[in-house]
């Protein structure tokens, strides 16, 4: 049973990482400058010790509790090996104190009191010696406008740069990029060359390289054409997850009731 778990996710991710090559390639791009993030939440912690042994030494999740418990687990089987967790869900501000500590970056940030919270609560975690460097963060942003599904819209160009300009400047957490899930039914080109023109945008105000959060299984493809320098891959690497990932279709917003963490799973 785990030895043909081991045998399909080393299928799989041999068979992803040739398909990253030949979306490099296609767009004329060196494929060194695109991670390729498994996206493990939903999967148990024996995929990622599996994926670890295959080579991975990064991996995404998109539920604080789901990840926390993950990741402890992880450090349980495997030891102190150097695994850099990402944050890719919604970020509730109550949770950023626990994302600080186990979070080597966040994709997902999309308000100044979510940067605030976690500003506050790595600054504490590296004080703690909880961490070591600061978080690395990257603002989402909204492709069609709909801030329900996570994300400041791409067009509020001054909300964006007071975000980037407060990520860039605070203490505890240093500004990578942007990080976009293109709108449902949406044509993925269309959507990622908007993100690779906004990219261009912030570009101009910063010394440092503007990363590109961008593509996940379906629609790599158009994100390396457009820029993308980390894919996160959660189907194409670990198959279909037994339900739908809330963060990424349903709106969550201040005054709904937000089920349980964790019980759907
Ligand atoms: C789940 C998830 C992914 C991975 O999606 P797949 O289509 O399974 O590859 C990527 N990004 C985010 C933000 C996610 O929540």
């Given at each position: ?30 494929v ?48 102190p ?17 626990s ?33 070591r460097e600061?978080?690395?963060?990257y ?7 709909d ?22 400047s ?37 010394q ?11 629609d ?14 959660g ?7 037994p ?19 964790g019980?759907?799973?």
């Amino acid at each position: 049973m785990t030895d043909s778990r081991d045998a399909e996710l080393g299928h799989a991710l041999t068979a992803l990482r040739a398909r990253l090559e030949r979306a490099a390639a296609a767009a004329g791009r060196d494929v060194a400058g695109i991670e390729l993030l498994p996206v493990t939440k939903f999967f148990p912690a024996s995929d990622v010790v599996a994926l670890h042994r295959l080579g991975c030494t990064a991996f995404a999740e998109s539920r604080d509790q789901e990840a926390s418990a993950k990741v402890e687990e992880v450090g349980r089987i495997l030891g102190p090996v150097p695994i850099r967790w990402h944050m890719v869900g919604r970020i509730q501000r109550n949770k950023a104190r626990s994302v600080a500590r186990w979070a080597y970056a966040a994709h997902s940030v999309d308000s100044a009191k979510v940067v605030a919270a976690l500003d506050r609560s790595a600054s504490e975690a590296l004080d703690e010696g909880l961490r070591r460097e600061p978080l690395r963060v990257y603002l989402q942003v909204s492709l069609d406008g709909d801030e329900a599904r996570g994300g400041v819209d791409v067009d509020a160009v001054d909300r964006i740069d007071e975000l980037c300009g407060a990520m860039d400047s605070a203490a505890a957490l240093t500004f990578v990029g942007l990080m976009a899930v293109p709108p449902i039914g949406a044509d993925p080109g269309e959507s990622f060359a908007r993100l690779q023109r906004e990219r261009e945008r912030v570009q101009t105000a910063y010394q440092q390289r503007i990363e590109l959060s961008a593509g996940m299984s379906g629609d790599l493809e158009a994100a390396v054409q457009h820029g993308s320098t980390c894919v996160r891959v959660g189907t194409a690497l670990l198959g279909a997850r037994p339900l739908t990932s809330p963060e990424v279709v349903t709106p969550v917003t201040p005054s709904s009731q937000a089920p349980p963490e964790g019980s759907s799973q």
